[in-house]
Each structure stands twice: as C-alpha cells, then as structure tokens.
C-alpha cells in the first residue's frame, strides 16, 4: 500500500481545485468553496477537516466533522466525506472516518451522526462496519434562499 498522508487540513493554493473536484463528486451542483472559507473553517476549535493526499500531494479524499453544543450534550455532524473515484477501496473513507471519531471522541462528544444518500452503497457499508447504525427519521431541509413566510 502506498504511503498515503492523513492530516488536518494544510491549504495551498492548489488544493483548492482538488476539493472543489471532490465537491462535486458528491453533489454536481456543489458551490464552488474558496481558500478563505475553509481555512476560516479550520480555525474553529469545533470543526476538524481531514485529508487523504496521494505521493503526489494531490488531495484525493477528505471529511469534517462540525460538533454542536446541543441540550443532551455535544453532537458530532460528520458532512462532505469524499473520495475520489479512482481511489476507491483503498481504505482512505475508514481512516478519514477513525480520525474525525477519535478527534470527537477528545472533545467530548457524546454521538455523531450523518447522512448519505442511499445510492453510496460503499460509504454506506462502511458507516455500518465502523457502528454507525441507520435511524428511522425523517430528514428535512429547507433552503432559506427559497424561504417564502407562512401564515
């Protein structure tokens, strides 16, 4: 197995064409995101940002987890955990995984949740073999940006 890096976050300028490609692995129509906004991201104490790199130093994976203060305690939100297709199966989704559980497991965080959609058979298996286990619960969003008033 090649030697592969998983740190936090380390921005050049570059990398930001590799996790905008990666964005849009999992969603096509992802916003582009800019080297301020997630550099802004890594300085929240609350938010880890994980990357695989390959020999190249070119990013091909990554995952964050954003821990809220909830009233049953704190809460992990795993979001955006993506690798790039020509590297899939390698083991990089389950180490990016065990790093963001291992950093919320230190702040003290008492579950962690996510989604994906159900088309992602192996990101599935895989929430399933680290213990994640599926709720029954709807999930609901609403895009503010379309966000009429009701009375």
């Given amino acids: 197995e090649r030697k592969t890096d998983m740190a936090t976050i380390e921005l050049e300028k570059k990398d ?5 490609n ?5 969603n096509p129509d992802a916003r582009p ?3 301020k ?6 300085r929240d104490p609350f938010t880890k940002i994980v990357i695989a790199k390959n020999e190249k130093k070119e990013i ?5 987890l ?3 203060p909830t009233l049953l305690g704190l809460k992990g939100i795993i979001e955006n955990v993506v690798v790039d297709e020509k590297h899939h199966r390698k ?5 990016l995984m065990n790093r963001l559980i291992e950093f919320a497991r230190g702040k003290g965080v008492e579950r962690i949740e996510l989604t994906s959609k159900p088309e992602r058979h192996s990101a599935n298996k895989l929430y399933e073999y680290l213990g994640f286990k599926q709720r029954e619960t709807n999930v609901y969003r609403l895009e503010l940006n379309e966000f009429k008033e009701r009375h």
């Fill in 91 to 95: 083991g990089y989704g389950k180490r």
């Fill in 16 to 20: 930001i064409l590799f996790i905008n």
């Fill in 66 to 68: 954003h821990i809220v």
């Fill in 37 to 42: 906004s997630v550099m802004k991201l890594t």
């Fill in 33 to 35: 995101v800019t080297i």
């Fill in 22 to 26: 990666l964005l849009r692995q999992l």
């Fill in 60 to 64: 091909i994976g990554m995952a964050s």
